[in-house]
């Protein structure tokens, strides 16, 4: 069991709040993700959770327990790094014993546990070479497998694919997914990629500026985002967010007029993906010269400006245009989300 919860966390240094207030319960075997921007705060929470920072207020609590003032030794929690920190003069073998060692496990469980965890990440083959004779995905395996073998309670994981190339990023990804879900452990993962996240999660947390955006499963966070912050962080392409004014259920933005649209009137911000709207021979709710094509392979991408925003639109694979030429995008008003028009919060 390890369910961690954070009651009023919040870190300072001197003047300057890196994490604010932070309230968080994160469920036993959960895999919880925390997303942002650089220097939103994630490595911050992590490494007060881990007890590599002090909390300057509030509770940190692990099944119950506040664990504050423990120890980082005696937290049973695990951590893997972007830099995997392996010992370069031991072979993969030795480095994944290694806590065994530290832990004073007795010496005759060390093999099979070594074999266990080195079979978990498919490094058997690799046992006998040293760190510096292998790929980076490999070393990055022998830190995972060197964090299995503690089989901790918690595991801890700041941007651990970061230093990988997008092809082992993937690999490696589906790994520690699957990971996981067979040692059954609590695991916080920090990253600022955003498809990370949404393939890895149960839930994610999105932070900016040392707070909490929204919480949610990727799902949620997705269809409902709590802001424009999450809206234009999140998906690819970003949701488009067209400024402009509701009156009497008609959105007015430059560009751009949307009947349909359930809300108060007066400034608002009017967000849809780039997938939910197509373009139309005629009849457009937004009709604007088109400014850039894209051709990802099995779709066209289109961007118009509209509403004081650069508005993007997935057509079909086979459409084209001339930048300059106008296009008709029709945007069905059941897709829109409103947001408010002075601080980007959801508007219901
Ligand atoms: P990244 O994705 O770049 O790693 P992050 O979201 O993990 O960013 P943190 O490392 O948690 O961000 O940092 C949060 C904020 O706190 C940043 O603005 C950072 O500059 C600041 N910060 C971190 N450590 C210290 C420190 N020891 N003293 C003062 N400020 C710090």
Known sequence: MAEIVLRNVTKRWGSFTGVACTNLTIADREFLVLLGPSGCGKTTTMRMIAGLEDATEGDILIDGRRINDLDPK???????????????????????????????????????QVIRAAEMVELTDFLDRRPGELSGGQRQRVALARAIVRRPNVFLMDEPLSNLDAKLRVSTRAQIKNLSHELKVTTIYVTHDQIEAMTLADRVVIMKHGVIQQVGTPVEIYDRPANTFVASFIGNPAMNLMEGTLQDGVFTGRNARIAGIAGPDGPVVLG?????????????????????????????????????????????????????APVEISVPAAICQLFDADDGSRIE
């Open 74 to 112: 005696d937290r049973d929690i695990a951590m893997v790094f972007q830099s995997y920190a392996l010992y370069p003069n031991m072979n993969v073998y030795e480095n994944i014993r290694f806590p065994l060692k530290v832990r004073r496990v007795p010496a005759e469980e060390h093999h099979d």
């Open 272 to 324: 849809f993906r780039a997938e939910d709207a197509t373009v139309v021979p005629a009849g457009g709710d937004i009709v604007a010269p088109a400014y850039t094509m894209e051709l990802l392979g099995d779709a066209t991408m289109v961007a118009v400006r509209a509403g004081g925003a650069l508005v993007t639109v997935k057509a079909p694979k086979d459409y084209r245009v001339e930048i300059g």
